[in-house]
């Protein structure tokens, strides 16, 4: 089985330790993993933003980079949307990338079979379902499953845990306002949780939250899903 | 569409003074999400949604491609069943024939059926300058209407506001347009709907032209439905000696047995009833029952236009239920005046610049009124893609290169170079991790300001996530690894 890693171009240059942690587990898990260097981003912020010219090269260049693997592994549900979604109408040879493109909780429970990954997070966590994993990948209780056999971790729900939070990628650029607004109800639900770790599997959306949760210095940190799962007693996370 | 919402600024400029109104805020929270609620157990009810969903959507597209067609039997239909068809290329042509057709009337008062059709050609201002009196008769449009208000809502256009600002409404305006409000009105429910009533009741006697739309018209029997909840419509329908329906193209179905699905999945859609308490059905005109005379205005303005859309052709589905605004976190936050148009929400965003096209600028900015959270998709009745619709519209406005798309391009453009050249790429991102200390907190410059505005940028990491992997898995055959 050869399996890759897709980083995700927010990943490789701001949050590296989201990419170190998912190899950690991986491997953790018996599963060797490649890091194809010709990758970069898969298009998607210039695909939603309107500029499908721009955003063809980037798919031409992500599905030369993963050509000849079984399994590409995304720690992230709106890249791995991206790919299964949208590279179709990019023609046969984007398209066929899709099936073999995994976000890291489906790679985990459907391809591997396993929801306990052995990890160790002695925090209490709540989780925020990011938009396009819930509704285009539907990813349903794979996050929480894996969640919740982690040993010393108390999961909490999140309420309106279904809600976006805000960021849209661009959106959160163009319409400022509304943007804040979502993020604010967002960091107000994670607050009331008493929870001290606000998990996701979606970086970008962190950023945006994480960013807000920041500046308003509430007492919760955001923190990707991959780097509860590759915390242990003998390695723990940070 | 309207003359109404001319000249409005963009949206992200028009939500500005919304978002700071705790008060409407709190309204439409508390309103979006209570139907929202409701809904979502309304459709779990049903084992077969999925199912009457798909048909809808089949039923919808099959009539949308053979739409000539079944306008035409539509046409025959009604004609056949004592009505008088005319069609309307736009809001001009469609206002001047319902005026005409008043004035031939002799009369100077209509009473009108909520629809939103009327609304989107702007025929109250229009019969307005031409003498005519349209007095709304759906409660929330009678409260948009007294207030000299824009609706903010497809289903419940004065969602906005609440019952103590509609009792201060009633008290204030009632008088001036009929039979004034009750002495010491209070704000509750009971009382203003009472108070509705009677200042109603008065008009639906009086009147002797009805306008309205439809919710759907039958081809194959020339059969108009409304689909309403508070007997109104029915009075409009029934009681006035003249009936004009003003209904878009898009509302035919080719067979009466279509109904049966859409009367299913709108009621539970919108207000989230297992069956709609008002549905009124009229095939042209009955001896000693009913309008005398009976005419339907078919409408493109528009329609056809974005019929030939292969993408943005599917908003034309849209059955006006509501469901999307309920969903949408944007709306909720927005609220319904910042789409600048009769429809706003998801729906709004992707039907009006098609309509109206993207010159102006508020109808440009609408396709990026959306974060793309999908949440309208997931519960759109007939399975309107409005995320796909929403980036294709946007292919659209990018490519038209309008007001900082240039830039935008440009910065695509450059952007997408380096993300094809990982070699700079890297370069680029070592250098920025070396230089961190120096990365302020709030960033100059448009886009980047609004971002540091309400958050703080993360830290940058020592090295990049390929500079990791380089260092600590250094090109062994994968079976070496420890």
């Given at each position: 089985m050869r399996v890759a890693l897709f980083v995700t171009c927010v990943n490789d240059a701001v949050f590296p330790s989201t990419g170190v942690a998912t190899v950690r587990l991986l491997e953790r898990l018996g599963v060797e993993v490649d890091f194809p260097a010709a990758q970069t981003c898969c298009g998607q912020p210039q695909f939603n933003t309107g500029y499908r010219r721009e955003t063809e090269p980037l798919v031409r260049r992500t599905v030369r980079a993963f050509d000849g693997y079984d399994h590409v592994v995304v720690p992230s549900g709106s890249c791995a949307a991206m790919v299964r979604h949208h590279y179709p109408a990019f023609g046969p040879e984007a398209a066929a990338l899709g099936p073999r493109t995994h976000e890291l909780t489906e790679f985990l429970v459907d391809v591997l079979g396993v929801t306990d990954v052995g990890a160790w997070f002695p925090h209490k966590v709540t989780y925020h379902p990011s938009c396009h994993g819930l509704r285009m990948l539907g990813l349903g209780e794979r996050p929480r499953r894996l969640l919740r056999a982690v040993k010393g971790l108390e999961l909490v729900e999140l309420p309106g845990a279904e809600e976006c939070c805000g960021f849209g990628g661009t959106f959160a650029v163009k319409n400022p306002d509304v943007s804040a607004a979502m993020g604010a109800d967002k960091v107000a639900h994670a607050v009331s949780t008493g929870a001290g770790v606000l998990c996701g599997a979606d970086n970008s959306c962190l950023l945006h939250v994480g960013g807000m949760l920041s500046r308003q210095g509430a007492p919760l940190r955001a923190v990707h899903l991959a780097e509860i799962l590759a915390s242990t007693e003998e390695e723990p996370w940070r | 569409m309207s003359g109404v919402f001319v000249g409005m600024p963009a949206f992200p400029e028009a939500v500005r003074s919304a978002v700071r109104d705790e008060r409407l805020r709190r309204n439409l929270r508390h309103a979006t999400h209570t139907i929202r609620d409701k809904r979502a157990r309304a459709v779990a009810e049903l084992a077969d949604w999925a199912e009457l969903r798909e048909a809808g959507k089949r039923i919808k597209d099959r009539t949308l491609r053979h739409l000539d067609a079944h306008l035409l039997r539509l046409e025959e239909a009604v004609t056949a069943s004592g009505g008088t068809v005319h069609w309307a290329a736009d809001s001009d042509e469609a206002n001047r024939i319902v005026a005409d057709l008043v004035k031939a009337t002799g009369e100077t008062e209509v009473v009108k059926v909520k629809s939103m059709a009327t609304q989107e050609i702007g025929l109250n201002e229009h019969l307005e300058a031409e003498g005519i009196r349209a007095y709304e008769t759906d409660l929330a449009e009678l409260i948009v209407q007294l207030g000299e208000d824009r609706p903010s809502?497809?289903?419940?256009?004065?969602?906005?506001?609440n019952r103590g600002e509609i009792r201060d409404i009633f008290r204030d305006t009632m008088g001036r347009w009929g039979r004034p409000a009750p002495e010491g009105l209070s704000d509750s429910p009971a009382e203003l709907a009472e108070a509705a009533r009677l200042h109603l009741r008065e008009k639906f006697l009086r009147a002797k032209v009805g306008v309205s739309g439809a919710n759907f018209m039958v081809a194959e029997t020339g059969t108009l439905v409304v689909v309403e909840s508070e007997g109104n419509g029915r009075m409009c329908l029934t009681l006035p000696e003249t009936l004009i329906s003003v209904v878009g193209v898009e509302k035919v179905v080719p067979e009466w047995r279509d109904l049966e699905v859409f009367l299913q999945t709108l009621p539970r859609s919108s207000t989230?009833?297992?069956?709609?308490p008002y549905t009124s059905m009229w095939t042209g005109t009955t001896d000693a029952d009913g309008p005398k005379t009976f005419h339907l205005v078919l409408l493109d303005n528009g329609r056809t236009d974005a019929l030939a859309d292969e993408v943005g052709r599917?908003?034309?589905?849209?059955?006006?239920?509501?469901a999307c605004l309920n969903v949408c976190p944007v709306y909720e936050r927005a609220g319904g005046h910042a789409y600048g148009s009769v429809y706003p929400g998801p729906i709004g965003a992707i039907l009006t610049p098609q309509l109206r096209g993207t010159a102006s600028e508020v109808d440009a900015s609408l396709p990026y009124a959306s974060s793309l959270c999908g949440a309208c998709y997931e519960v759109c009745p007939v399975a309107i893609d409005i995320p796909e619709v929403l980036v294709h519209l946007r292919e659209k406005v990018a490519g038209q290169g309008g007001k900082g798309h240039r830039l935008e391009k440009a910065a695509m453009k450059a952007a997408g170079w380096v993300l094809d050249h990982p070699g700079v790429l890297a370069a680029g991102e070592r250098l920025a991790s070396k230089t961190r200390g120096l990365h302020p907190r709030k960033l100059p410059g448009p886009g980047a300001r609004q971002w540091t505005d309400h958050r703080d940028l993360p830290g940058l990491p020592t090295e990049p996530f390929r500079d990791w992997w380089k260092k600590n898995r250094p090109a062994d055959p994968p079976g070496d690894r420890a």
């Open positions: - | 809502h497809i289903l419940v256009p004065a969602i906005h506001r989230a009833e297992r069956m709609n599917q908003a034309l589905r849209c059955i006006r239920c509501s």
